[in-house]
């Protein structure tokens, strides 16, 4: 049995859970004028406003209270400090480490990590600035026009989220690509638009044994030996980012074209590392250390700020209250700006694949739900897709919605537009309409009695609904930076707070081994292995009809 449950503030906390169910935001709002005030934070670059979720100040004294009673500032400074945090792998959490602009040591096993760290973003630094220039060339002696970022997960994930985030700050010197799936049309449909001669891949894989990745990267070398017929000649078109010599050597790539990552980065939280190389060659290095500096300004303030004022904290204590406490088990990010349509994917694999466990640190059961399921979209297209389930579905979905105050170009009235819709939904999610307002619409409208009667448990919003709202200044690089670095620590506090392992991903490895060995059922004769009746009939099938 997990120990949180015994904790007093986890008793307390369930009994408040109890009694706040019964209570409406609205009312909430119209008894304390001062909610906005009480549940809101800012940072440089971002208001953070928590007013909207079914909170009062004792639970929000009891949440802070939780974090205390599970240790979460002792936690943090195992983070920042280099401790083996990862308990199941044995292994650092330094994501932070990538981006300590200050520059402080930190020391894995004796040695200081940030000597490895500013070497490699030398080199990185270096590689993206002769790319770019045009100093780089091809087997052919042309410049390199585009670039094809071969990875998966959270060796693609990040990368691509950025690359669309910031889009608008690209010139027109590289096109960068990303192919992750191993269905094999979304890397011919790459190569269709590229030419051997001005392309460069860059095949990221931490492991460099992930069988998706791998297929690509052969496929990809195989389309550009047809053209390049030298075998020599890949040095000039290849490059890779790993944390295995040993198996990019094997692959054929010279070290000096592989860029380095150390076992004390995970996936998911990579991007920072050389996993961010399409970043820096589509960008500029520049922008990519803009990145960095974001999100090493969020790392101070979540070393530093108290626990009441603590933003991360605040969003891990907000999630754990929501789905362990509420029972609302998903949880929706809604972006209302383009730049961030891709945000809700990579907080998918953020936070499902950190923290979607079922044991505690010590493996035994957790008796209560863990992470909600992450889903959504730009919020205007959502708007007109799910929202009505969101407004009226008796299903709570608790959302986070995420805004600029400056468009990215001048967009004329657009933004206003845009800001508007933000601002009325979490209203209206808020508030709901009552049926008095629906009776005295409908009769305003000069509606019968019976026609009332009849369309008013149709028109009615409950409201209730629980939403917090972020307002970034504009989405440039440092505020990408900022951003990603919130959720990060958010993912690392609720992971604590649940008493589950954030960093490892065993789930993952078990898909991967049966695919490996089905895989040999399918392209090997006389490979059989026993099977359920569903999957055996359904190899069949394939097998028979492919
Ligand atoms: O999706 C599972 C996973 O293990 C992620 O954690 C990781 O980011 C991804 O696969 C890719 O792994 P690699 O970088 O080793 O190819």
Redesign the pocket.
Known sequence: MSCRTQLSSWQALTTASEQLKSQHLKSLFEQDATRFEQFSRQIPGLLFDFSKQLIDSDTFAQLIKLAEQCELAQWRDKLFSGEKINITEDRAVLHVALRNRGNTPIYVDGENVMEQVNTELEKMKAFSHKVRSGDWLGYTGKAVKDVVAI???????GPQMVTEALSAYADDTLNVHYVSNVDGVQLAQVLDKVCPETTLFVI???????S??MTNARSAVAWFLNAAQNEAEIAKHFVAV?TNLEKTRAFGISDENVFTMWDWV???F?LWSA?GLPIALYLGYDKFEAILEGAYEVDEHFKNASLEQNIPLIMALLSVWNTSFLGYQSQAILPYDQALHMLPAYLQ?GEM?SNGKHVTFAGQTVPYTTVPLIWGMTGINGQHAFYQCLHQGNVIVPADFIASLKPQRDVAKHHDILLSNFFAQTEALMAGVNEQQVRADLSAKGKSEAEIERLLPHKIHEGNRPTTSMILDEVDAKAVGRLIALYEHKIFCQGIILEVCSFD?WG??LG?GLASAIEAELTQDGVTHPHDSSTAGLIAYYKQNR
């Open positions: 990875g998966v997960g959270g060796s693609n994930l990221s894989s931490k492991t460099f044994t992930t998706e990745t790993s995970g996936g998911r990579s996993i694999q694949e991903q993952v490895e991967k």
